[in-house]
């Protein structure tokens, strides 16, 4: 399995409040990803990175934002959050684009 | 506007038999495949993949056809085991035309009856 962590795995915050989720990887992949997975959506892509400091939108990149400093890690931040915002959010990593990409566990967040 | 589809949200079969999964795209520019399967609180795993080059792929019991002329691929298991029961969701991307980000269904939940 590719070594891949997420934190916290479940988080339970208030609407406006600001939230952090972390993804962590021992592969020294390049491309790190972010999604969020809903019933009747499949997972959809928020924000990929192709780098440190490099980084792009996705199909539902509206009220996220990230970073990567590190090879190693990639923040997901919900700026203020919402209900809507309630999802399972999964990280991924791919050695190159177009590459399989392997996931994390997830983490189960519920905005109130 | 959902570029892959999975019209079938659930299928049951029973063990030992043949679990055909269906997947539709709309976008022509897709040219590389894959499935991936997910248990509960798990994420995805990879399972089997083909590109456009191809029709067909195998991977032991895990067999993906490609009909590219009708967009449309399937994934065939082949006898199926109770621990195949899972979601499974396929996925397309267009590496060839600049695009590798993965664009997923909306997966089908397998159950393998004992």
């Known amino acids: 399995d590719a070594g891949i962590t997420q934190s916290p795995r479940h988080k339970v915050t208030e609407t406006g409040t600001p939230v952090t989720l972390r993804c962590h990887q021992t592969e020294n992949h390049r491309y790190m990803y972010w999604y969020r997975q809903d019933p009747g959506h499949g997972l959809r892509l928020i924000h990929y990175s192709y780098g440190v400091k490099d980084t792009d939108k996705g199909e539902v990149s509206d009220g996220y934002s990230v970073s990567r400093s590190k090879t190693e890690d990639f923040l997901l931040t919900l700026e203020s959050a919402t209900s809507s915002q309630t999802s399972v959010y999964f990280c991924?990593?791919?050695?190159?684009?177009?590459?399989?990409?392997?996931f994390g566990p997830g983490t189960r967040l519920l905005v109130l | 506007d959902q570029q892959v589809k999975q019209n079938s949200p659930s299928l049951s079969v029973q063990e030992g038999r043949i679990s055909i999964l269906n997947c539709d795209y709309t976008n022509s520019m897709f040219d590389y495949f894959l499935w991936y399967k997910k248990y509960p609180a798990e994420g995805p795993t990879f399972l089997i993949s083909i590109s456009s080059i191809k029709d067909k792929n195998e991977d032991g019991r895990f067999t993906v056809f490609l009909n590219k002329s009708a967009k449309h691929l399937s994934l065939h298991i082949v006898p199926s085991q109770p621990g195949d029961s899972a979601v499974y969701f396929c996925a397309a991307s267009a590496p060839l035309f600049g695009n590798e980000k993965l664009t997923f269904g909306t997966g089908t939940r397998l159950t393998i009856i004992p």
């Open positions: 991924a990593i791919s050695e190159d684009p177009g590459e399989t990409q392997y």
